[in-house]
Protein backbone atom coordinates (compact mmCIF):
# COMPACT_ATOMS: atom_id res chain seq x y z
CA UNK A 1 0.00 0.00 0.00
CA UNK A 2 1.29 3.23 -0.63
CA UNK A 3 2.06 5.67 1.86
CA UNK A 4 1.06 9.14 1.97
CA UNK A 5 3.08 11.76 0.54
CA UNK A 6 4.26 14.22 3.26
CA UNK A 7 3.72 17.80 2.66
CA UNK A 8 7.09 19.66 1.57
CA UNK A 9 9.44 22.35 2.73
CA UNK A 10 7.72 25.30 3.88
CA UNK A 11 3.68 22.88 2.53
CA UNK A 12 1.57 23.06 5.09
CA UNK A 13 -0.62 19.46 5.78
CA UNK A 14 -3.27 18.92 3.80
CA UNK A 15 -6.44 19.48 5.47
CA UNK A 16 -8.67 16.62 6.03
CA UNK A 17 -12.23 16.42 4.73
CA UNK A 18 -14.79 15.11 7.47
CA UNK A 19 -17.75 12.21 7.00
CA UNK A 20 -19.68 10.39 9.37
CA UNK A 21 -20.64 6.97 9.12
CA UNK A 22 -24.45 6.17 9.63
CA UNK A 23 -24.04 2.37 10.15
CA UNK A 24 -21.06 0.08 10.24
CA UNK A 25 -20.18 -3.82 10.22
CA UNK A 26 -19.96 -4.82 13.80
CA UNK A 27 -16.88 -6.93 12.66
CA UNK A 28 -14.87 -3.83 12.08
CA UNK A 29 -15.90 -2.64 15.65
CA UNK A 30 -12.20 -3.43 16.43
CA UNK A 31 -9.13 -1.69 18.04
CA UNK A 32 -7.06 -2.27 13.78
CA UNK A 33 -10.09 0.02 12.82
CA UNK A 34 -9.87 3.12 14.86
CA UNK A 35 -6.16 3.15 14.24
CA UNK A 36 -5.02 1.79 10.75
CA UNK A 37 -4.99 4.10 7.63
CA UNK A 38 -5.94 3.13 4.32
CA UNK A 39 -5.94 4.29 0.85
CA UNK A 40 -8.13 4.25 -1.77
CA UNK A 41 -7.42 1.68 -4.08
CA UNK A 42 -11.27 1.26 -6.20
CA UNK A 43 -13.54 4.24 -6.69
CA UNK A 44 -16.72 3.25 -8.13
CA UNK A 45 -20.54 4.81 -8.37
CA UNK A 46 -21.72 4.20 -5.06
CA UNK A 47 -19.03 2.40 -3.29
CA UNK A 48 -15.16 2.63 -2.42
CA UNK A 49 -12.78 0.26 -1.88
CA UNK A 50 -10.35 1.16 1.00
CA UNK A 51 -6.93 -1.19 1.43
CA UNK A 52 -5.83 -1.02 4.64
CA UNK A 53 -2.16 -1.89 6.16
CA UNK A 54 -2.99 -5.29 7.48
CA UNK A 55 -3.80 -6.30 3.67
CA UNK A 56 -7.47 -6.27 4.26
CA UNK A 57 -10.04 -3.93 2.78
CA UNK A 58 -12.94 -1.90 3.99
CA UNK A 59 -15.47 -0.97 1.88
CA UNK A 60 -17.00 2.57 2.18
CA UNK A 61 -20.91 2.70 0.61
CA UNK A 62 -23.64 4.82 0.11
CA UNK A 63 -26.33 4.87 2.34
CA UNK A 64 -28.97 2.92 0.28
CA UNK A 65 -25.73 0.16 -1.06
CA UNK A 66 -26.04 -2.74 1.51
CA UNK A 67 -23.62 -3.53 3.39
CA UNK A 68 -20.36 -6.45 3.29
CA UNK A 69 -19.35 -7.64 6.44
CA UNK A 70 -16.17 -5.47 5.88
CA UNK A 71 -18.60 -2.54 4.92
CA UNK A 72 -19.28 0.98 6.33
CA UNK A 73 -22.19 3.12 4.83
CA UNK A 74 -21.12 7.06 5.08
CA UNK A 75 -23.49 10.21 4.73
CA UNK A 76 -23.51 11.95 1.16
CA UNK A 77 -26.15 13.39 -0.11
CA UNK A 78 -29.06 11.23 -1.68
CA UNK A 79 -28.08 11.93 -4.77
CA UNK A 80 -24.70 12.15 -4.79
CA UNK A 81 -22.28 9.66 -5.52
CA UNK A 82 -18.88 7.88 -3.82
CA UNK A 83 -16.66 9.61 -6.82
CA UNK A 84 -18.85 13.26 -6.42
CA UNK A 85 -18.29 13.61 -2.80
CA UNK A 86 -14.43 13.48 -3.73
CA UNK A 87 -12.40 10.06 -3.45
CA UNK A 88 -9.31 9.22 -5.63
CA UNK A 89 -7.74 6.71 -5.87
CA UNK A 90 -4.56 7.08 -3.68
CA UNK A 91 -5.89 9.70 -1.56
CA UNK A 92 -5.58 8.55 2.40
CA UNK A 93 -8.41 7.33 5.08
CA UNK A 94 -8.45 7.38 9.03
CA UNK A 95 -11.12 5.80 10.39
CA UNK A 96 -12.20 6.50 13.75
CA UNK A 97 -14.26 6.64 16.43
CA UNK A 98 -14.40 10.42 16.62
CA UNK A 99 -13.58 13.27 15.18
CA UNK A 100 -9.95 12.16 15.37
CA UNK A 101 -7.87 15.29 16.24
CA UNK A 102 -4.11 13.44 15.93
CA UNK A 103 -5.83 12.15 11.94
CA UNK A 104 -2.29 13.54 10.78
CA UNK A 105 -1.66 14.03 6.84
CA UNK A 106 -4.84 12.40 5.34
CA UNK A 107 -7.05 13.21 3.00
CA UNK A 108 -10.20 11.81 4.91
CA UNK A 109 -11.28 11.07 8.59
CA UNK A 110 -14.76 9.15 8.61
CA UNK A 111 -16.04 9.07 11.92
CA UNK A 112 -17.78 6.10 13.33
CA UNK A 113 -19.16 7.89 16.30
CA UNK A 114 -22.85 7.62 16.63
CA UNK A 115 -23.28 5.12 13.27
CA UNK A 116 -25.34 1.96 14.08
CA UNK A 117 -23.77 -1.32 14.36
CA UNK A 118 -24.82 -3.77 11.83
CA UNK A 119 -24.33 -7.66 12.70
CA UNK A 120 -22.60 -9.46 9.59
CA UNK A 121 -23.52 -13.19 11.01
CA UNK A 122 -26.98 -14.17 11.02
CA UNK A 123 -28.69 -15.97 13.86
CA UNK A 124 -28.67 -19.63 13.63
CA UNK A 125 -31.13 -22.08 14.87
CA UNK A 126 -31.87 -25.74 14.77
CA UNK A 127 -33.46 -27.13 12.14
CA UNK A 128 -34.46 -31.13 11.34
CA UNK A 129 -31.96 -32.05 8.70
CA UNK A 130 -35.31 -33.20 6.40
CA UNK A 131 -36.72 -29.55 6.64
CA UNK A 132 -33.54 -28.09 6.37
CA UNK A 133 -32.90 -29.94 3.19
CA UNK A 134 -36.60 -28.90 1.87
CA UNK A 135 -35.56 -25.15 1.96
CA UNK A 136 -32.25 -25.66 0.16
CA UNK A 137 -33.95 -27.54 -2.64
CA UNK A 138 -36.48 -24.13 -2.65
CA UNK A 139 -33.03 -22.32 -2.69
CA UNK A 140 -31.78 -24.76 -5.82
CA UNK A 141 -35.12 -23.53 -7.57
CA UNK A 142 -35.02 -20.11 -7.33
CA UNK A 143 -31.34 -20.31 -8.31
CA UNK A 144 -32.35 -22.16 -11.26
CA UNK A 145 -34.70 -19.65 -12.05
CA UNK A 146 -33.24 -16.89 -11.85
CA UNK A 147 -29.43 -16.91 -11.28
CA UNK A 148 -27.24 -15.11 -13.65
CA UNK A 149 -26.68 -17.03 -17.30
CA UNK A 150 -22.84 -16.30 -17.13
CA UNK A 151 -21.52 -17.62 -13.56
CA UNK A 152 -21.34 -21.14 -11.92
CA UNK A 153 -24.91 -21.79 -12.10
CA UNK A 154 -24.30 -24.84 -14.43
CA UNK A 155 -22.69 -26.46 -11.47
CA UNK A 156 -25.79 -26.67 -9.46
CA UNK A 157 -27.15 -30.18 -13.26
CA UNK A 158 -23.93 -30.61 -14.77
CA UNK A 159 -20.43 -32.45 -15.19
CA UNK A 160 -16.94 -31.81 -16.13
CA UNK A 161 -18.05 -34.40 -19.61
CA UNK A 162 -21.20 -31.88 -19.71
CA UNK A 163 -20.90 -30.69 -23.58
CA UNK A 164 -22.71 -27.40 -22.60
CA UNK A 165 -20.44 -26.16 -20.07
CA UNK A 166 -18.63 -23.44 -21.27
CA UNK A 167 -15.86 -20.62 -20.03
CA UNK A 168 -15.19 -20.87 -16.54
CA UNK A 169 -17.67 -22.82 -15.19
CA UNK A 170 -16.25 -25.80 -17.25
CA UNK A 171 -13.05 -25.01 -15.51
CA UNK A 172 -14.43 -24.82 -12.37
CA UNK A 173 -16.84 -28.09 -12.82
CA UNK A 174 -13.78 -30.55 -11.51
CA UNK A 175 -12.45 -28.48 -8.47
CA UNK A 176 -15.53 -27.79 -7.63
CA UNK A 177 -16.67 -31.16 -7.05
CA UNK A 178 -13.47 -32.41 -5.97
CA UNK A 179 -13.74 -29.82 -2.96
CA UNK A 180 -16.98 -31.42 -2.58
CA UNK A 181 -15.63 -34.87 -1.94
CA UNK A 182 -13.02 -34.18 -0.41
CA UNK A 183 -14.60 -31.75 2.36
CA UNK A 184 -17.17 -34.50 2.74
CA UNK A 185 -14.70 -36.72 3.90
CA UNK A 186 -12.12 -34.49 5.99
CA UNK A 187 -9.70 -34.61 3.19
CA UNK A 188 -7.86 -31.27 4.29
CA UNK A 189 -5.10 -31.32 1.84
CA UNK A 190 -7.39 -32.07 -1.26
CA UNK A 191 -9.45 -29.61 0.13
CA UNK A 192 -6.87 -26.93 -0.05
CA UNK A 193 -5.38 -28.00 -3.35
CA UNK A 194 -8.84 -27.51 -4.95
CA UNK A 195 -9.45 -24.56 -3.14
CA UNK A 196 -6.30 -22.99 -5.06
CA UNK A 197 -7.88 -23.73 -8.60
CA UNK A 198 -11.04 -22.68 -8.08
CA UNK A 199 -9.31 -19.13 -5.97
CA UNK A 200 -9.60 -16.34 -8.74
CA UNK A 201 -10.97 -18.02 -11.79
CA UNK A 202 -13.74 -15.78 -13.68
CA UNK A 203 -13.16 -11.94 -14.20
CA UNK A 204 -14.45 -9.01 -11.73
CA UNK A 205 -13.69 -7.36 -8.85
CA UNK A 206 -14.76 -10.86 -6.78
CA UNK A 207 -13.88 -13.77 -9.56
CA UNK A 208 -16.55 -16.53 -9.47
CA UNK A 209 -14.26 -18.26 -8.05
CA UNK A 210 -13.90 -16.59 -4.63
CA UNK A 211 -17.17 -16.11 -4.91
CA UNK A 212 -17.80 -19.98 -4.83
CA UNK A 213 -15.74 -20.24 -2.16
CA UNK A 214 -16.98 -17.91 0.40
CA UNK A 215 -20.24 -19.14 -0.16
CA UNK A 216 -18.89 -23.31 0.33
CA UNK A 217 -17.41 -21.86 3.49
CA UNK A 218 -20.31 -20.18 4.56
CA UNK A 219 -22.30 -23.21 4.53
CA UNK A 220 -20.27 -25.03 6.37
CA UNK A 221 -19.54 -23.02 8.95
CA UNK A 222 -23.60 -22.01 9.52
CA UNK A 223 -25.40 -24.99 8.03
CA UNK A 224 -22.85 -27.27 9.96
CA UNK A 225 -23.70 -25.15 13.37
CA UNK A 226 -27.50 -25.22 12.66
CA UNK A 227 -27.47 -29.30 11.87
CA UNK A 228 -24.92 -29.39 15.37
CA UNK A 229 -21.66 -31.12 13.06
CA UNK A 230 -18.71 -30.71 15.33
CA UNK A 231 -16.95 -27.63 15.29
CA UNK A 232 -13.60 -28.59 15.03
CA UNK A 233 -13.96 -30.79 12.10
CA UNK A 234 -15.51 -27.87 10.59
CA UNK A 235 -12.92 -25.78 10.83
CA UNK A 236 -10.06 -27.69 9.83
CA UNK A 237 -12.40 -28.10 6.77
CA UNK A 238 -12.98 -24.06 6.20
CA UNK A 239 -8.99 -23.46 7.31
CA UNK A 240 -7.84 -25.65 4.96
CA UNK A 241 -10.11 -23.82 2.12
CA UNK A 242 -9.02 -20.53 3.34
CA UNK A 243 -5.12 -21.72 3.33
CA UNK A 244 -5.33 -22.89 -0.24
CA UNK A 245 -7.21 -19.88 -1.77
CA UNK A 246 -5.02 -17.50 -0.13
CA UNK A 247 -2.53 -17.32 -3.26
CA UNK A 248 -5.30 -17.02 -5.98
CA UNK A 249 -7.99 -14.89 -4.55
CA UNK A 250 -8.92 -11.21 -5.07
CA UNK A 251 -7.92 -9.20 -2.06
CA UNK A 252 -11.59 -8.90 -1.87
CA UNK A 253 -12.59 -11.89 -2.58
CA UNK A 254 -9.74 -12.81 -0.03
CA UNK A 255 -11.20 -10.78 2.60
CA UNK A 256 -14.95 -12.00 2.03
CA UNK A 257 -13.79 -15.85 2.39
CA UNK A 258 -12.04 -14.94 5.79
CA UNK A 259 -15.69 -13.05 7.33
CA UNK A 260 -17.24 -16.01 5.35
CA UNK A 261 -15.55 -18.94 7.96
CA UNK A 262 -16.01 -16.89 10.32
CA UNK A 263 -20.57 -17.10 9.50
CA UNK A 264 -20.08 -13.14 8.66
CA UNK A 265 -21.82 -12.50 5.40
CA UNK A 266 -23.18 -9.69 3.04
CA UNK A 267 -26.32 -8.15 3.91
CA UNK A 268 -28.19 -9.51 1.12
CA UNK A 269 -26.50 -13.41 2.43
CA UNK A 270 -27.59 -12.11 5.72
CA UNK A 271 -31.30 -12.01 5.43
CA UNK A 272 -31.41 -15.45 3.01
CA UNK A 273 -29.76 -16.74 6.18
CA UNK A 274 -32.06 -15.63 8.74
CA UNK A 275 -34.89 -17.37 6.39
CA UNK A 276 -33.29 -20.14 6.25
CA UNK A 277 -32.70 -20.98 9.59
CA UNK A 278 -36.11 -19.11 11.09
CA UNK A 279 -38.58 -20.87 12.76
CA UNK A 280 -40.68 -20.93 9.67
CA UNK A 281 -39.50 -19.77 6.46
CA UNK A 282 -42.13 -17.86 5.12
CA UNK A 283 -39.69 -15.41 3.41
CA UNK A 284 -37.20 -17.53 1.75
CA UNK A 285 -38.09 -17.18 -1.76
CA UNK A 286 -37.99 -13.13 -1.75
CA UNK A 287 -34.55 -13.59 0.04
CA UNK A 288 -32.79 -15.71 -2.34
CA UNK A 289 -33.48 -13.97 -5.05
CA UNK A 290 -32.75 -10.55 -3.36
CA UNK A 291 -29.30 -12.62 -3.05
CA UNK A 292 -28.86 -13.82 -6.70
CA UNK A 293 -29.52 -10.10 -7.71
CA UNK A 294 -26.04 -9.09 -6.05
CA UNK A 295 -23.39 -7.79 -8.84
CA UNK A 296 -23.87 -9.57 -11.93
CA UNK A 297 -23.04 -13.11 -11.06
CA UNK A 298 -21.49 -13.01 -7.24
CA UNK A 299 -25.26 -13.28 -5.67
CA UNK A 300 -25.47 -16.36 -7.91
CA UNK A 301 -21.86 -17.90 -7.49
CA UNK A 302 -22.59 -17.61 -4.08
CA UNK A 303 -25.54 -19.08 -4.24
CA UNK A 304 -23.97 -22.41 -5.88
CA UNK A 305 -21.50 -22.70 -3.64
CA UNK A 306 -23.30 -22.39 -0.66
CA UNK A 307 -25.58 -25.05 -2.17
CA UNK A 308 -22.61 -27.32 -2.57
CA UNK A 309 -21.52 -26.87 0.05
CA UNK A 310 -24.36 -27.49 2.44
CA UNK A 311 -24.47 -30.80 0.05
CA UNK A 312 -21.33 -31.81 0.80
CA UNK A 313 -22.15 -31.96 4.49
CA UNK A 314 -25.32 -33.87 4.22
CA UNK A 315 -23.05 -36.64 1.96
CA UNK A 316 -20.70 -36.38 5.42
CA UNK A 317 -23.48 -36.73 7.75
CA UNK A 318 -23.86 -39.72 5.63
CA UNK A 319 -20.35 -41.11 5.41
CA UNK A 320 -20.18 -40.81 9.23
CA UNK A 321 -23.81 -42.95 9.81
CA UNK A 322 -22.32 -45.65 7.49
CA UNK A 323 -19.05 -45.48 9.25
Known amino acids: MPAAKPPGPGESP ?6 RAVRVSRALRDP ?20 RESGRWVILSAPDVPLAPNGVAIEITPAGTIAEAG ?44 ELDRRLSVTRAAALADGACESFLPLLWATGADP ?44 SGDDFLAGFAAAWTLVGASLGFDGAERRRVTHALVSGARAGASPLGRV ?6 RGELPEPMTR ?4 LFAAEARDLGPAVRAMLAVGASSGTDWTVGFLLGAAALADSRTGARRR
Request: net charge positive; with cysteine.
Open 14 to 19: RAARGL
Open 32 to 51: EAGRARAVVVGVHRRVCHLG
Open 87 to 130: FRVGQTVALGPGALADGGDVDWLVSLAGAASWEPRPRVRPVPPG
Open 164 to 207: FLTGAARMASEPARGLGVAAAGGDVRSVAGAASRLAGLGPGLTP
Open 256 to 261: WLEHAV
Open 272 to 275: FAAA
